[in-house]
């Protein structure tokens, strides 16, 4: 009786875990819900609560965010609702690791990967229904940031994201955990799953995913080669970088005022300008509207300044730079220590520091799944292996 009960128990955390997954791609933000349900039930099926040096400092980002907010208190219910995301997203973070690490999670790893087939399947017919509005016309690419995100019409809009480079960073994210798994699995690199989110970044018309699906896929295929395929792989890489500097980067626009990296450009020149007028206590929650409109030469109405350790310092200051560092630096420690194979661990984050460079708030869903999916993979992959080890499949 008690080891059918533990079974079902641990069967609803596993179909949660999965819900959860894919409630982030829903156009009704069900995701909160969704969130809190499952850190519940990962608590209550949990031995040991977790503690090690990432917790602590997640905890202080948290409750420092929190004090700056409720000094704050801001009457826009739209601030209050991005407010709650943050101990909702990171609550939910705790509780998975904390559950993942306790637990065999071969099972749940299959029925990730199932969860992925559907989730990516559903981004690709987004995708293509986006582009069949637009007439097809721009498949080969565009020739601005503007113009990628006139694809995204609301009419068309049923999933994911209508946002491109948060649609993006998103395709990116997911799509390398899932050109990850086989190699958990199997230790098998799977080319049409490869093939696949490199199609689906495409088409996203966003740089973002392009760019960290290159450096991941790179990464990964040199961390799981010797010299002589290194010498071969850098030498396709030099060979492709003009494509990629022309077709992907489309270096001749980015210093334009409707280039989605030039608006960057813009917005950390400010930042760096007016370091000294920024509160060393920090501004105060989602402050970078309020400082990018006073400062930089021009401002599109983002609610933060495109680069994940600048946005901490501006909204929380010192406190939620340093506190937000160390908690990303002791959760890659975390990991290592669960598993050492830092092969593994490098390849997996290193995709992931890239985008935090260039876009999120840091509190975002996008991240807190990718480390957990991360966590989840690299804590399943064969013990005693220091190097990353793989062979090519179809």
Not at 248 to 261: C, F, K, T, Y
Not at 307 to 321: A, K
Not at 360 to 372: H, P, T
Request: hydrophobic share 55%; with cysteine; glycine share 8%.
């Amino acid at each position: 009786m008690h080891n059918a009960l533990a079974g079902y128990k641990d069967t609803v955390c596993e179909v949660l875990f999965c819900l959860a997954l894919v409630s982030v791609f829903l156009p009704i933000k069900i995701y909160p819900l969704l969130f809190a349900l499952a850190s519940l039930c990962y608590f209550l099926n949990t031995p040991v609560l977790l503690r090690h040096y990432w917790v602590w400092f997640l905890l202080i980002f948290t409750g420092y965010a929190s004090l700056i907010f409720l000094i704050q208190l801001p009457e826009d219910g739209r601030q209050v609702a991005n407010f709650l995301k943050l101990p909702i997203n990171f609550g939910y973070l705790y509780f998975a690791v904390g559950w993942l690490s306790q637990r065999d999670n071969t099972r749940l790893l299959r029925w990730v990967d199932i969860t992925l087939h559907v989730v990516l399947g559903l981004t690709l017919l987004q995708l293509l229904l986006y582009h069949q509005a637009a007439g097809f016309r721009w498949l080969g690419g565009v020739p601005s940031s503007a113009h990628g995100s006139a694809l995204y019409q609301e009419a068309d809009y049923f999933w994911g994201l209508a946002d491109k480079n948060m649609f993006g960073a998103r395709i990116a994210l997911l799509g390398f955990v899932y050109v990850l798994l086989p190699v958990v699995q199997n230790g098998k690199l799977v080319v049409w799953r490869i093939l696949l989110v490199s199609a689906l970044a495409w088409l996203s018309l966003s740089r973002t995913p392009m760019v960290a699906l290159f450096l991941g896929i790179f990464c990964l295929l040199w961390a799981g080669t010797t010299v002589r395929w290194r010498v071969v792989l850098s030498a396709l890489a030099l060979i492709a970088i003009p494509f990629l500097a022309e077709r992907v980067i489309r270096i001749e626009s980015i210093l334009a005022s409707n280039d989605g990296m030039g608006v960057r450009l813009v917005y950390w020149k400010a930042f760096f300008q007016h370091f000294t007028a920024i509160s060393p206590l920090g501004d105060g929650f989602m402050s970078g509207g309020d400082f990018l409109s006073r400062y930089a030469d021009f401002y599109h109405g983002e609610p933060h300044i495109h680069n994940t350790f600048f946005n901490c310092y501006l909204d929380f200051g010192i406190v939620g730079l340093v506190s937000y560092a160390a908690f990303l630096f002791y959760f890659y420690r975390f990991c290592m220590h669960e598993r050492r194979n830092s092969g593994f661990w490098w390849v997996a984050f290193l995709p992931l520091l890239a985008i935090l460079l260039i876009l999120y708030s840091g509190y975002d869903n996008d991240i807190v799944l990718y480390l957990m999916l991360v966590f989840l993979l690299g804590s399943s992959y064969p013990a005693g292996i220091e190097r990353l080890r793989w062979r090519i499949g179809l």
